[in-house]
């Protein structure tokens, strides 16, 4: 069994999340998923500019990791353009600053922003589980 993905920082959120080619009715239309962690790997490296290692580094990722994340982002944003598919933007497995967390040890629930340690306030535990994401958020990040 494969080990749970982490949280990927993102702290970019479009406006727009939906794109279609013109000319298709909705009913032939097929559409693909963007990530928000894939539309932010390109928004890093692509608009940015950054470097691979400063990538993963603001994503909290290793460069192995980001890699994968552009390479997925880029062949679906391919295949849609390519070949006349909707793309939407939602989902994916993210991290924004804040996140609404408990800790396990204590179950003390408050708002965790990810520039501070990754530990509880009260009694220090590093076991601090995302309610949103339902996933542990075991990464300091910043």
Same mark, same amino acid.
């Given at each position: ?13 479009? $406006? ?8 298709? !009715?909705? @009913?032939?239309? @097929?559409? =693909? &998923? +963007?990530? +928000?962690? $894939?539309?932010?790997?390109?928004? +890093?490296?692509?608009?940015?500019? +950054? ?5 993963? $580094? ?11 994340? &552009? ?17 939407? =933007?939602?989902?994916? /497995? ?14 003390? @629930?408050? $708002? ?12 220090? !535990?590093?076991?601090?589980?995302? %309610? ?7 990464? /300091? %990040?910043?």
């Amino acid at each position: 069994m494969p080990r749970p993905k982490k949280c990927r920082r993102v702290d970019f959120f479009p $406006e727009y999340t939906y794109f279609k080619p013109i000319g298709k !009715s909705d @009913e032939e239309l @097929e559409e =693909i &998923i +963007l990530n +928000l962690e $894939e539309l932010e790997a390109m928004r +890093l490296k692509d608009i940015e500019k +950054l470097n691979q290692e400063k990538c993963a $580094e603001k994503m909290h990722v290793s460069r192995q990791t980001f890699q994968n994340i &552009i390479d997925s982002a880029r062949q679906k944003v391919t295949k849609a353009l390519t070949n006349g598919l909707a793309i939407n =933007i939602t989902g994916g /497995i993210y991290c924004t600053k804040k996140c609404k967390v408990i800790c396990k040890d204590c179950n003390y @629930e408050y $708002e965790f922003d990810f520039s501070e340690t990754a530990e509880c306030p009260r009694c220090k !535990s590093n076991k601090i589980y995302c %309610m949103k994401k339902q996933q542990f958020c075991n990464r /300091i %990040m910043k």
